[in-house]
Structure formats: structure tokens, C-alpha cells
């Protein structure tokens, strides 16, 4: 069967860019889609290496949840999430936009198409500024340890689902289904930014796409062994092929075990850029550290540029050699 998007007009049986596919994962997504089908209350699939099984919804929902309550370490054992990129590579004509869906909540998402297949879909939130919480007030949520404080509160003892758990599900369907528009559902405990705010962006983009873009996206992410994962991001200008932008970034793995630096464990599941606690708590502006390295890659147009700090420069140096082969 042939799934097709209104506006991507994408095929989800035949492209041009790189689709096949291992028959490992073939297996994994066929047994996913069949688990699925058995019941229709919960949602199967795998992400880092994870496999999950959530309850979902198909509507927005509000309200206390009734159920088993977990606490404490019991908690911590079922709740899961990974908002990490996947480890390799990412290729294809690039569209990104924002919608502002409740009074200050802004949802982004990054899409990237090569030829008529959907290669990346990435959403986050930004809070207002008056959150009701005055540490996470205009804080990104995906790795910056929002998904850590939402697991510590007592709203998440029922349903033991984070925004990063609404944010990954919505993804793995779009992918699977190579359309940013369909019949889509949600985390129950997750499914307000889902419903209001990503499936309403993810339709915009998908009429932008008739457009085309001007813009082509790569993406590097590899893992550097003892927890820690680099993904290096350059966006070209497609008609002229200057660099118009560049991100780098590092992130911990998804369970405090595989991090081996001790100090570095409390960072789980979040990355070195997005987390508020990592530069005060170790000393390492990595933020600005970054933010000065692309700027010289754009500011060059060359990724042979050298961050100031030495170890990011050996994690940086990694992943820059291999986007030089995906940018030949």
C-alpha cells in the first residue's frame, strides 16, 4: 500500500532518496504495526534502542487520571523516555517552522524530506514566560531536563508519561506513515501539545511543502562511547551552497548507568546545550562554547574550525570528519 500526503505527495513505496531499510527493522516495525492492531488502546514502538508501549488517545485530554499510582524508585523503573536524535546520518531539503497554540506555548518542528520520503521529523515546546514554574518559564522541554522535573512530580504517578514521550510517538507515526497529516494518536497523560500544538504545525509545514525549500539539510550524530552522543547540523543555502547555519551539540545517554563520567550522571537524557543546570553545575559554558564554534563555521563557510574547550574539540572533530564526506 502506498501512503501519500496531500501536499508532500509522498510515497511511501517508491523514492529517490536513500529507503531501504535493514531486515532487522523491518521485523521490529512489522511486529510494532501487528501488536498495534491486537489492541487498539496502546501503541508499540522502538526508539534508542527502547521498545515502548503506551496508552493513547485519539483527542486532547484534560484532568486527573485514575489508576494504579507509582512512587519512588518503582516510578522511576517504568517511566522511559528519549528525545536523543538516533545515531547516523540525515540528508534532504529542510523546513522548519513555529506555531504559538496556547497563550505563549510554542511548538517548533524541524522536517526534512529527501526526494518524497520523510527522513526527519523533530518537534519541541518552548513554555511562556509566566510558567507556572519560574525555573522552567521560556525553557525548551525536549533534553533539557523538563521530561526529568515533569517525572518527579506527582501529576506523572498515573501515567508515567513525559512531553518528550507525545513528542517521539507523533514522530514514529509521521515517519512510518511518510505523512505529517493523517489520523494520528496520542500519549494519554501527553496529548494537549500533541493535538493543539504539533499536529496543527506539522499540517502548516506540510502545505509549505508545495513550495519546496531553499534550503538543504545535513545531519551528523554519532556515538562517542561512555554515554555521551554528538550530532554536528549544517543547513546550506541550496542555490548558492553557502553554509547559512550550523548546530552542534552533545547528549547523555538515556539511563545514568551508561554515563560514565560520575558528575555527568545527574544529566540523563539531556544535552549539554539544552540543559539548565549543566553549565552552573560544571563549570562548562558549553552553550557559549558552541554558540561561538558554528558561528565560525558560518562566519569561514569551512567546518575546519576548533572549539576552545579541548575535549569538545576531539567530540566536534569526530563528527565534522564524517559531514565532510556526507557534504561531498
Known amino acids: 500500500m502506498c501512503l501519500v500526503s496531500t501536499a508532500l505527495l509522498l510515497a511511501a513505496c517508491g523514492g529517490t532518496g536513500d529507503s531501504a531499510k535493514s531486515s532487522d527493522t523491518k521485523e521490529k516495525t512489522e511486529q510494532a504495526q501487528k501488536e498495534n492492531k491486537e489492541n ?15 496508552d493513547t488517545v485519539s483527542g486532547a485530554t484534560t484532568g486527573e487520571y485514575s489508576g494504579t499510582e507509582y512512587k519512588g524508585d518503582e516510578k522511576q523503573e517504568k517511566m522511559y523516555w528519549s528525545g536523543r536524535p538516533e545515531v547516523g546520518t540525515v540528508k534532504g531539503d529542510y523546513y522548519t517552522d513555529t506555531i504559538d497554540f496556547e497563550d505563549g506555548y510554542i511548538g517548533t518542528a524541524d522536517v526534512v524530506v529527501d ?6 521529523v523533530e518537534f519541541d515546546e518552548r513554555g511562556p514566560d509566566d510558567y507556572y514554574s519560574e525555573t522552567w518559564a521560556g525553557q525548551t522541554k525536549r533534553t533539557s531536563g523538563y521530561a526529568n522535573f515533569q517525572a518527579e512530580n506527582d501529576r506523572t504517578n498515573v501515567t508515567l508519561v513525559t512531553i518528550v514521550n507525545g513528542m517521539t510517538i507523533l514522530e514514529d507515526q509521521m515517519m512510518k506513515e511518510n505523512s505529517l497529516t493523517g489520523d494520528f494518536v496520542s500519549v494519554k497523560g501527553s496529548s494537549n501539545s500533541v493535538r493543539r500544538g504539533f499536529i496543527p504545525l506539522a499540517e502548516k509545514i506540510d502545505g509549505e511543502i508545495k513550495n519546496g525549500s531553499k534550503l538543504s539539510y545535513q545531519a551528523v550524530t554519532k556515538d562517542l562511547g561512555d554515554g555521551l552522543f554528538a550530532r554536528l547540523i549544517v543547513i546550506k543555502d541550496k542555490e548558492s551552497g553557502k553554509i547559512t ?18 558528575e555527568e550522571k545527574p544529566f540523563y537524557r539531556q544535552s549539554k546545550y539544552d540543559s539548565i543546570t549543566y553549565a552552573k553545575e560544571t563549570g562548562i559554558d558549553f552553550k557559549k562554547i558552541s554558540d561561538d564554534l558554528t558561528e565560525k563555521i558560518v562566519k569561514d563557510q569551512s567546518l575546519d574550525v576548533s572549539p576552545s574547550d579541548d575535549t569538545i574539540k576531539s567530540h566536534y572533530d569526530s563528527v565534522a570528519t564524517d559531514m565532510k564526506d556526507l557534504l561531498k
Do not use: M, Q, S
Open 40 to 54: 487498539e488502546e496502546k501503541y508499540v514502538y522502538e526508539r534508542n534502542g527502547h521498545k515502548y508501549e503506551v
Open 245 to 262: 547555519e550550523a548546530k552542534y551539540n552533545e547528549f547523555f545517554a538515556d539511563t545514568e548507568d551508561e554515563i560514565k563520567n560520575k
Open 115 to 120: 526526494g518524497d520520503k520523510l527522513v526527519l
